[in-house]
């Protein structure tokens, strides 16, 4: 013990750890040493919250009635401007920093601003004090111009640091307001990091929907957006608000309700206004989109607990007074599960989880939301009894889906097998359990038989179907019910669908679309997804749904052989795998039942060689999914010919 002691104390007097390794990192040092703790990260999203603290400070400069008007500005090098008309940052020289402006110090100081006490704003989105400073902090150069008291103000900083004093550059007469261009830092976000003009566009216009009172300009360089639907200018104002942003969601999607919920009210003891607009659309593909203070909280916290608390209390109490006894078994997720909920919040001092302010946890908040909803919603539910019976009768049908599946047993992969009349024509693989195993959807017998012999029985499973399925964005459930192609596929997978899709029941690890590499197999692959993703929605979510990858051409030259994707991908291997041969043998693929095993094998079912696809689910030009699929596979044809016509001139010559 004594040796062990010795050997303590001597370390201990190495001077391996003295104050001289102690750190004090001033100023903006910590954001540009650990931009994650400030910002989430360094990535696109990361990239793009600087634009969003800027677009809050905006923001509560029109909550606050100072402002009516904020202009987003995208240039072709990669700065943004974000101004507005508001009353401009204060550029009078600071109390506690003689020597600096007070414009100097928010830009440069953290948890610095006018925001900490109620005297400049009472409500606000930007209260850490730390946005524009960590913008400041991550951006290669910076220009902030104030025009104030009839003269115009400018300053530049570089990296957090001030490059230049603040010069007052002539009088603006008819200007006020705070205008801030930056450039992201390239040593913080890399190189290639650019500000996508949709998501910008997207940002300004969700901003104008959250405070009716302010016109959102959105501009950007016209070639920024060439061939894409995001206009190159665009002014936003809803003087609707939410009941707008409800309307854009919901776009001719039928609802359970003839009108949808909506209203504002004052929080009891002047602790701010809560705004509210929800639907129950039909094909239950909910969105939930909550905010405090304009500032999105992706996470929810407690103004969400506030709404599904007065939701829940309203619905059980009329249910009670007009004798409808199944209420009782209601949950908060019967009532807003598959609902379109809109919520925003303006509160006082409201708290926050983290800087990027994902969740609200102000205590308070849950309470004061549910009692201001709740008066609102009795009255509503009484007004229109019509529709308060058709809302409890979804509602209720929605727990007793939920209480049905609480009662099914779950049952491991190899009993539902034995319980399960598995398809004749499906070829299952031997393991029973599900990890590392796939089932290949396959197009027609003859290819089914080729990828049957190709398969490695024991983990590979093979399901052929007959020609094109059924679409099922453009059929009733009773088509759906009476298809026989996709009641196989259904039994083959074991989850069931829609509501009853229970995806730990899947007995599979991955499913395969295996179509051939033509027009009419894309066509086959998009019928299928459209399935997968109106019924199997989980299945893409959890990432077990795959698109394999055939080759269309194989290309032979003497003991070379090499397989092509699509007719892109064959000049290329002519450029390389056969630069400089002549006489190169090429062979087209009818499909996949013309390939032999062992080339389907080696090309295309092989783990250790093949190539997936992994579907996902993304929003794309800024329309959701399920608007895209309904446009492009839905009922009305006319929304296909609108979707050619706007974006024929961007179609480049197919490969196939």
């Known amino acids: ?221 016209a070639s920024l957006v060439a061939g894409k639907p995001t206009p190159a200018r665009e002014t936003f104002h809803f003087p609707r608000g939410l009941s707008d942003f409800l309307a854009s969601l919901l776009d001719g999607r039928d609802d359970v309700l003839e009108q949808p919920f909506t209203g504002e009210a004052d929080l009891a003891e002047g602790q701010g206004r809560v705004e509210w607009a929800l639907a129950w659309p039909l094909d239950e593909e909910g969105y939930h989109g909550l905010y405090c203070n304009t500032v999105p909280t992706p996470q929810g916290g407690t103004h969400e607990t506030g709404l599904r608390a007065a939701l829940l209390k309203g619905l059980r109490s009329h249910a009670d007074r007009i004798g409808y006894k199944k209420a009782a078994q209601l949950t908060a997720d019967d009532v807003l599960g598959g609902a379109a909920v809109l919520l925003s919040l303006f509160c006082k001092s409201p708290q926050f989880q983290g800087q990027t302010k994902e969740k609200l946890v102000s205590v308070e908040v849950a309470r004061l939301v549910e009692n201001a909803i709740r008066d609102r919603l009795d009255l509503w539910l009484g007004s229109h009894p019509a529709i308060a019976a058709a809302l409890l009768d979804h509602v209720v049908a929605r727990a007793d889906d939920r209480l049905a599946r609480k009662k099914s047993r779950e049952v491991k992969r190899q009993s539902a097998t034995r319980k399960l009349r598995l398809p004749g024509k499906l070829a299952d693989c031997s393991i029973a359990d599900r990890p590392g195993t796939e089932i290949f959807i396959v197009e027609g017998d003859s290819a089914g038989g080729s990828a049957k012999q190709a398969r490695s029985r024991e983990t590979q499973a093979i399901l052929p179907l007959r020609g094109k399925i059924l679409n099922v964005a453009s059929a009733t459930a009773d088509k759906l019910a009476q298809n026989k192609e996709l009641q196989d596929l259904v039994t083959a997978l074991g989850c069931g669908t829609g509501r009853h899709c229970r995806i730990d029941e899947l007995r599979y690890e991955k499913v395969v679309v295996m179509t051939d590499a033509d027009v009419d197999g894309a066509h086959i692959a998009a019928l299928l997804m459209t399935f997968f993703f109106r019924e199997m929605r989980p299945l893409i979510e959890k990432g077990h749904l795959f698109l394999a990858q055939p080759p269309l051409y194989r290309l032979s030259h003497g003991g070379t052989i090499a397989y092509a994707r699509d007719e892109r991908h064959r000049r290329v291997l002519l450029d390389t795998v056969f630069k400089g041969r002549k006489n190169i043998e090429t062979g087209r693929f009818k499909g996949l039942g013309e390939m032999n095993p062992s080339q389907l094998k080696e090309t295309t079912m092989d783990p250790a060689r093949r190539s997936l696809l992994q579907v996902g689910i993304h929003d794309v030009a800024g329309k959701p999914t399920a608007q895209l699929v309904e446009e492009l596979m839905g009922r009305k044809p006319e929304l296909r010919f609108q979707f050619i016509q706007e974006n024929a001139t961007s179609v480049e010559a197919l490969d196939v």
């Not at 994650?36 to 999203?45: E, K, N, P, R, V």
């Not at 500005?73 to 974000?82: M, P």
Request: proline letters at 5%; a negative charge.
């Open 1 to 221: 013990m004594s040796d062990l002691l010795d050997r303590i104390e001597a370390s201990a007097d190495d001077g391996d750890y003295t104050a001289r390794h102690i750190e004090v990192l001033e100023g903006l040092e910590p954001v540009r040493r650990r931009p994650g703790m400030y910002i989430g990260g360094t990535d696109a999203g990361a990239l793009h919250h600087l634009v969003a603290e800027l677009l809050d400070n905006a923001m509560d400069e029109a909550v606050a009635g100072h402002a009516n008007r904020i202009e987003i500005e995208l240039a072709v090098d990669g700065r943004v401007t974000v101004r507005d008309n508001g009353r401009g940052i204060p550029v009078d020289p600071h109390p506690k920093f003689p020597k600096k402006s007070a414009l100097e110090v928010i830009l440069t100081t953290l948890h610095s601003g006018g925001k900490f006490a109620d005297k400049a704003y009472q409500t606000a989105g930007g209260l850490h004090g730390v946005g524009i400073s960590v913008v400041n902090a991550l951006a290669a150069d910076l220009e902030v111009e104030v025009a104030r008291d009839r003269k115009l103000h400018r300053q530049h900083y570089a990296r957090g640091v001030a490059t230049t004093r603040l010069e007052a550059v002539g009088a603006a007469p008819n200007r006020r307001g705070t205008s801030v261009t930056f450039l992201p830092d390239p040593e913080i976000f890399g190189e290639r990091a650019r500000f996508e003009p949709e998501r910008l566009h997207r940002l300004a216009r969700s901003k104008a929907y959250l405070f009716r009172g302010v016109e959102i300009r959105w501009s950007c360089d």
